[in-house]
């Protein structure tokens, strides 16, 4: 059943809907209104924009980390060991390495912070988590949002 | 594994550079080629018939809105799998917070010239709707880009954002499921037509 349900569902004679005439107009219409206002201040904009969110990044990374010490007790007046993270590019790969040697960690990670809620948490095995750039490289100017618990 | 660019990734970029410089027609033209992929995308992941439409211009919309940051090396056909997901998943939120519930089956008619072959098809398309509606979203857009759109794995994970590894578990996870689910099913069922 399973393949037989597959099957009819990969069919493009079953699944071809389109738009109407009158909404695609509508569509190609609202587009193009959507892009009107980047002739005027936005071409300005848009970079400083751009840049803001690039440096967000590490803010929110820092975040994290901010909370991953302060649940784990690490940052407190009478610690005086500082907790550790590290974050580098190896060749076409990122590194991820939590220096506490005591508590096993989750990544998580996602292209919109909304959504870490739900992805599946990868175990950082002796504190190190490691990514091939290769396999799942973000697009271009895209930012790619990273969760340690 | 994927060696270079096919036609139809080479052609995309080269409408795509052009819809950013705000050519109409090369937009459209991009609109023609992924209509269908987009609202096929919207009904498996659960989206009724009465809301589909309006999705799909949300994703067309955002689509144009974000080419100046669409990177032309790589498929077309992932970004918008990930822009229709990520609209997919924001009804789904916005449609929680309304307290509506959600919709696993849809209901379109099957023409009345058809042939009973087809109307077999679309009757055991819904019973796969049924049972995706079941998985988590995450699984069942996994299932949909993989099986359904044929997707290697490295494409999912670059739609949705997540690991190639997560996408195989993901993926061996929703076929064990929607295995027991449709064939413990095995009894005709009557699934009623709506609209």
């Known amino acids: ?149 | 594994m994927r060696v270079g660019p096919s036609n139809d990734d080479v052609e995309d970029a080269r409408l795509a550079e052009s819809a950013r410089s705000g050519d109409a027609h090369a937009f459209e033209q991009l609109l023609t080629r992924h209509e269908t992929r987009v609202f096929r995308v919207l009904r498996l992941m659960g989206i009724p018939s009465r809301d589909r439409e309006d999705l799909a211009q949300d994703v067309f919309v955002r689509v144009f809105r974000s080419l100046p940051g669409f990177d032309s090396r790589r498929p077309f056909r992932s970004w918008i799998y990930r822009i229709t997901v990520n609209v997919s998943h924001d009804h789904r939120l916005h449609s929680a917070r309304r307290g509506e519930e959600p919709t696993t089956l849809d209901h379109d008619a099957v023409p009345e010239s058809e042939s009973g072959a087809v109307e077999d098809r679309v009757v055991l398309r819904r019973r796969l709707e049924a049972a995706l509606g079941r998985l988590s979203e995450r699984e069942r857009a996994v299932f949909v880009l993989t099986e359904i759109e044929g997707c290697d794995s490295r494409e999912v994970a670059r739609s949705l954002g997540i690991t190639t590894i997560t996408v195989r578990r993901h993926l061996g996870r929703a076929r064990e499921h929607l295995r027991r689910l449709l064939d413990a099913d095995q009894a005709p069922k009557n699934v009623s037509s709506g609209d």
């Open chain 1, 1 to 149: 059943m399973y393949e037989r349900c597959l099957a009819a569902s990969k069919d493009p004679e079953v699944l071809a809907e389109r738009f109407s005439e009158a909404r695609r107009t509508q569509v190609i219409r609202r587009a193009m209104a959507s892009q009107e206002p980047r002739h005027g201040v936005v071409p300005l904009f848009l970079p400083l924009r751009r840049w803001a969110a690039i440096a967000a990044a590490p803010a929110a990374l820092a975040l994290g980390i901010v909370g991953l010490a302060t649940r784990d007790g690490w940052i407190s007046s009478t610690s005086p060991q500082r907790p550790g993270i590290e974050v580098a590019k190896v060749g076409d790969r990122v590194v991820f390495s939590v220096r506490n040697g005591q508590y096993d960690h989750r990544l998580m990670k996602a292209t919109d912070p909304r959504s870490l809620a739900d992805v599946e948490a990868v175990r950082m095995r002796g504190g190190v988590y490691e990514e091939s750039l290769g396999e799942s490289a973000p697009a271009r100017g895209e930012l790619v949002f990273y969760r340690i618990e």
